[in-house]
């Protein structure tokens, strides 16, 4: 018999056979959730909004502080994950964590959030890949000065649904095409982002000066409605907190990689820490080359006031060399980045609903809980992600603030489920916890305690309006969405689902010890 992989060994403990296939090793974990977290693709839509509430300062310091209480979530969840390396996990964590008495609803809780937050997810990715080809089109056509075409929003609609087929086909084919892709994702953030972060700021004719960057703070109650302070500044970490989540990537993988008790926590840590510092960086690159912060947001300007960074990049290259062609070519990274970070948003979705039919979760489990024969791969999972996430979509031919609400919905889905394994951890007797190699020790309950308050305070934020006066256009949709989902889910389990879910089902028949 061959050695047995020490994370396959512990699945084996927790009573889970090993169905998909172990290939993942460290640098390819990392590489995923890295490319989850993309720097690109959570600053760059919503900087405009976050820069126009407050004015700079509170955005690059924002971020710093965000990155402060993120470390707190990191750690617990790293401790988490090297005690418990099973796909689902955070599902499966509040499971075991929460004890035999309220274990099936912390699960239930916890899955059906992940599961609205990852596939709310796809369409954050599909929604502001489609504004970023929008501003490429305009600017290959002209401007929008020079009757370029400005693509309206029927055409918005289906390049958005497109996007997520095209993930969807993709994520049908085996692990390894996606484990290939995502190795060049990694690449393409990396050295993209060095490219831009170095670039931008040496093409800008002028720099904007440091203390603009660090102690400008102006409101724009004129174009947002909002006049207070600090209801200003807490919209503009909006930005931050949107961008720094997704390291439980390495925590979806676990079951395919190699060593996951000891891969799992140092890919979750590292992730974090390498996009603190990018972020950061790309954050200031483009704030140090805003040409004239007030034209930024003209409807009249050359990217039609549509999407901020493409201004900033446009002004920049236009200033510098009279056309646009560098520009171009830095959206195209950037758009680069949003179709590798669906792409690998797509793959943690379908598990998360794999994970949670194996259980019985989910309306017709039968049918999502079907592994492809040949790819090894829950097809049909995928595709249910990719039909949901086009629904969500459709709003885009009416209502403005459709990206606000599908941001917020993915948000709180997705940092909400993290708060319940962290809650029962916090509240657990120290007795029943079987640390892995990773363990805090007497620290972990400040840090389970303050990473859970950071997280409450995350989710409230997301529910409030981001303008004013609110009208049917300017509607933050989010909190009716998901008080209707949680509702119907909290109906499922009062009225019929808590007589029979038992939370992750073992497939192990442990009590003569074969496996």
Not at 170 to 189: G, H, M, P, R, Y
Not at 199 to 215: G, H, I, K, N
Not at 335 to 342: A, L, Q, R, T, V
Not at 389 to 399: A, E, F, R
Request: glycine fraction near 8%; charged fraction near 10%; include cysteine.
């Amino acid at each position: 018999m061959e050695q047995m992989d020490s994370g396959e060994k512990r699945l084996n403990e927790l009573g889970y056979k090993q169905e998909l296939r172990r290939e993942m090793t460290l640098f390819k974990t990392l590489a995923i959730s890295f490319s989850t977290m993309t720097l690109f693709t959570g600053i760059t839509p919503l900087y405009g909004s976050s820069l126009q509430y407050a004015g700079p300062a509170p955005l690059v310091w924002g971020w710093i502080i965000v990155s402060f209480f993120t470390w707190f979530v990191g750690l617990a969840m790293a401790e988490i994950c090297s005690s418990f390396p099973t796909t689902g996990s955070l599902y499966f964590w509040a499971a075991h964590l929460a004890g035999p008495r309220w274990g099936p609803f912390a699960s239930w809780c916890c899955a059906w959030l992940e599961t609205i937050g990852l596939i709310a997810g796809i369409g954050t990715q599909a929604y502001a890949g489609s504004q970023t080809l929008q501003s490429i089109i305009l600017l290959c056509t002209g401007t929008n000065k020079d009757g370029g075409y400005f693509a309206p929003k029927w055409l918005f609609l289906c390049m958005y649904i497109g996007l997520t087929i095209i993930w969807a086909v993709l994520n049908t084919f085996a692990l390894e095409v996606i484990a290939f892709i995502d190795i060049i994702s990694i690449w393409w953030q990396v050295i993209g982002g060095i490219v831009i972060v170095i670039m931008l700021p040496l093409v800008a004719l002028t720099r904007q000066s440091a203390s603009y960057v660090f102690t400008e703070f102006q409101l724009a109650p004129e174009s947002t409605g909002i006049s207070s302070n600090a209801y200003a500044a807490i919209l503009s970490l909006l930005v931050s907190q949107y961008s720094l989540y997704g390291y439980d990537a390495a925590a979806h993988l676990t079951e395919e990689t190699k060593g996951a008790d000891k891969n799992g926590p140092i890919a979750i840590l590292s992730s974090i820490g390498i996009i603190s510092v990018f972020g950061w960086a790309y954050i200031l690159a483009l704030t140090f080359s805003i040409q004239d912060p007030s034209y930024l947001y003209d409807t009249s300007n050359e990217t039609a006031g549509a999407f901020v960074p493409a201004q900033i990049l446009y002004d920049a290259f236009h200033g510098r060399y009279n056309n646009s062609t560098g520009a171009i070519i830095l959206l195209v990274i950037i758009w680069g980045s949003f179709f590798f970070g669906g792409l690998s948003i797509t793959t943690s979705a379908a598990r998360v609903v794999y994970a949670l039919s194996r259980d019985k979760g989910i309306p017709f489990s039968s049918i999502w809980r079907k592994v492809h024969p040949k790819h090894k791969v829950p097809s049909n999972a995928v595709w249910l992600c990719a039909a949901i996430c086009s629904l969500l979509g459709l709003p885009i031919l009416k209502v403005n603030v459709v990206f606000t609400a599908i941001t917020s919905i993915c948000t709180i889905g997705w940092v909400g489920g993290y708060a319940v394994p962290i809650f029962a951890r916090l509240v657990m007797a120290e007795k029943n916890f079987k640390p892995g190699p990773f363990y805090l020790g007497k620290a972990r309950r400040p840090i389970c305690l303050i990473a859970f308050l950071w997280i409450c305070y995350t989710c409230s934020v997301f529910l409030l309006p981001t303008y004013y006066p609110i009208s049917w256009n300017t509607f933050n949709y989010a909190p009716v969405a998901l008080g209707v989902g949680l509702g119907l889910i909290l109906l499922w389990w009062l009225l019929d689902a808590r007589k029979w879910f038992k939370g992750p089902v073992r497939n192990i028949d442990v009590q003569n010890g074969k496996v």
